[in-house]
């Protein structure tokens, strides 16, 4: 027992010493910060037009006879044109949003410091954009590369138009007004500059490329990225993912929130390449999007704990038993703060390792089944308070053997944690009956 208490010790210290810092300061980066409140910006319309691309293409076999679902494909394919072009103009072009969202949020950063402004910031970023990514093409502006295919362009142009703004704020260099000019007017003005500069720079490179490789920014920093982005969609890179989230959360920093803002440009290029495999009728080629680490790793939130919840519902332990009637209906929607910080789990030896467990055994087994095809691919944005099992189907495109596998899975987790649950309910009612025999005696002490 005591050498399992030292290896904890070396753990926790590990952690606390090294990787929370450095978690810390990766979180709180201003960039990191304006990529992630970007990502969160944009998400309205990515939930919406992924809704809609679920009535494009029903959940049902083309050879179905039964009434409801023949009908609901017949006129999928005849409206397809008009149901897809909410979808079009939302995930469709979802760089666009995302571009213009983290240029204003990181021009938030510089208002006070250095005076931008950061609706200028997000127009700027937005045509810079367009220059590179969507050049006219006879008469038309092609589309290709404003979906998951530019969102790391869109993230590098934000941050070079706003750090480029930011230096000749610093330096002075700009079209001086008079103070009498409204500041509507200077704001305008402050811009001229900026623009010039992203038309040297960014539109020569982008007609390079296009002369020398054929192809246009965007595709080239995706064949940069490629073996990133297929690294970061294996079972080891999941795994990792994990590990690193729940051993922040264990020290009591929000590890989901800090890797989740850090995979999130992974996870949307995943589901933009799924979407298009959907339109055109190919295998969807990837697994690791967020739906998946919400509905399928975290099930009930952060440590799987709906598993754990379901335990504390019969314990014995009067505190845990209260835990569990209190959590129960928030960790259906995935929010499990009432257990994490109630039992409490963080920095508790005793749930460290199924806190760690749970998530990783949910990420094989959920990997596994859509690498056998057991269950569909993720093809939709969902909100994460969706209760579990709804969200996966949903997420699936009303795959409902996703569902069925939550379910497994939770009680998978349960049983992972019931053992190490049982040991903490033994120590806390020891506990518990002491503290009784504690109030008996004082009781009697008073009547006496």
Known sequence: MSSNHAA????????????????????????????????????????????????????FSPTTTWGFARAWLDLAKQFEGQILTPFDMTMGIMSIYICAAIAYNLGKHYVKSHGLDPFMCAMLSLMAFLVVAAPKTKGTLPVDSLGGTGIFTAILVAIYCVEMMRFLKAHNIGIKLPDQVPPM?????????????????????????????DMLIPQAIMAVFKPLVSAADSLPAILLAVLIAHLLWFAGIHGAAIVSGMLQMFWLTNLGLNQGALAAGAPLPHIFMEAFWTFFI????????????????????????????????????????????????VMNPVFFIPFLLAPMVNAVLAWGAMKLELIGRVISVV??????????????????????????????SSIIYFPFFKVYEKQLLEQEKEEAQRASEEGSQQLA
């Open 8 to 59: 904890f010790n070396l753990i926790f210290r590990f952690v606390e010493n090294y990787v929370s810092p450095i978690a810390g300061r990766i979180s709180s980066q201003r960039h990191v910060m304006a990529i992630r409140d970007g990502f969160i910006s944009a998400m309205p319309f990515m939930i919406v037009g992924s809704f809609l691309l679920v009535f494009a293409y029903p959940p």
């Open 185 to 213: 007017i200077k704001n305008s003005f402050d811009l001229l500059i900026p623009v010039l500069v992203v038309v040297l720079t960014l539109y020569p490179l982008s007609l390079f490329i296009q002369s020398q490789f």
């Open 298 to 345: 975290v099930v009930g939130g952060s440590g799987a704990t709906m598993g754990l919840v379901i335990c504390y519902l019969r314990s014995k332990s009067a505190h845990l038993r209260s835990i569990g009637r209190l959590s129960i209906v928030p960790t259906c929607f995935n929010i499990n703060e009432p257990v994490i910080f109630g039992t409490p789990i």
């Open 383 to 412: 909100p994460w308070t969706a209760p579990a099992p709804i969200g996966a189907a949903w997420a699936l495109g009303w795959d409902f053997r996703a569902a069925i596998l939550v379910i497994l899975l939770a009680c998978v």
